[in-house]
């Protein structure tokens, strides 16, 4: 049994340019959360999808977008990047009929110089 | 901003010794989240109390809440070095579908 994928492991932008990061659920998961996670820090809520529809939104300029695709996947989207978006990104996934239980993949490292 | 709060920030024991982590949180919830976190990789889910919960167990993890305080416990019993990473506590809000995380606390188990 899979579980949460995230792709790239590791990236390195330069400030202003544009990122996707993506994400596979467990299987049989439906719902997708992305976080934040600054060096030091706990993970921040950045937004869920669910049924392809952004379901909630944290506290993050709308620089940061997002996609569910029919298949559950997601990505992220981060434009106009600043140094502060350097951190780690994950994704977690869950059961919408659920307890909100929420797994997690290993994150992708978004480096922004 | 972050829900929960972690105490210690930082813990040192001997592998053998138990390792105890507390949560406070300030809002009603659905339930309280365990996580492990080994050197800023992704999060691995330990266990889910659920606000109607006193007392959990799962291995050597023990985990207790106790809602009228807004507090949960974490117990680790029998340390072992392979323990060592950061822990954190994650409550779900009756309000919504975020998990809210404190800073976590991290742990370090000694040979």
């Known amino acids: 049994d899979a579980g949460v994928t995230q792709s790239p492991t590791h990236l390195i932008k330069t400030r202003g340019q544009q990122v996707t990061l993506r994400c596979s659920p467990k299987?049989?998961?439906?719902?997708v959360s992305w976080y934040q996670q600054a060096l030091g820090q706990g993970p921040q809520f950045i937004f869920q999808?669910?049924?392809?529809?952004?379901?909630q939104r944290g506290n993050f300029p709308d620089r940061f977008s997002g996609h569910q695709f029919p298949n559950y996947s997601s990505e992220l989207n981060v434009n106009a990047l600043l140094l502060g978006d350097s951190a780690l990104y994950l994704c977690a996934s869950s059961l919408t009929s659920g307890d909100n239980e929420q797994f997690f993949g290993p994150g992708t490292r978004l480096t922004v110089l | 901003s972050q829900q929960g709060e972690e105490d210690p920030q930082a813990l040192s024991i001997q592998e053998g010794e138990n390792a105890t982590m507390n949560c406070s949180y300030k809002?009603?919830?659905?339930?309280l989240q365990w996580y492990r976190q080994n050197s800023g990789r992704g999060l691995v889910h330990l266990i889910l109390i659920r606000s109607n919960e006193r007392e959990k167990h799962s291995g050597r993890l023990r985990v207790t809440l106790d809602t009228s305080k807004k507090s949960s416990s974490l117990l680790i019993t029998a340390s072992r070095a392979a323990d060592t990473a950061s822990y954190f506590c994650a409550t779900d809000p009756n309000s919504g579908y975020a998990l809210n995380f404190g800073k976590g606390t991290s742990l370090l188990v000694t040979p």
């Open positions: 299987s049989g998961h439906d719902t």
């Open positions: 999808y669910y049924e392809e529809e952004e379901r």
């Open positions: 809002t009603s919830i659905n339930n």
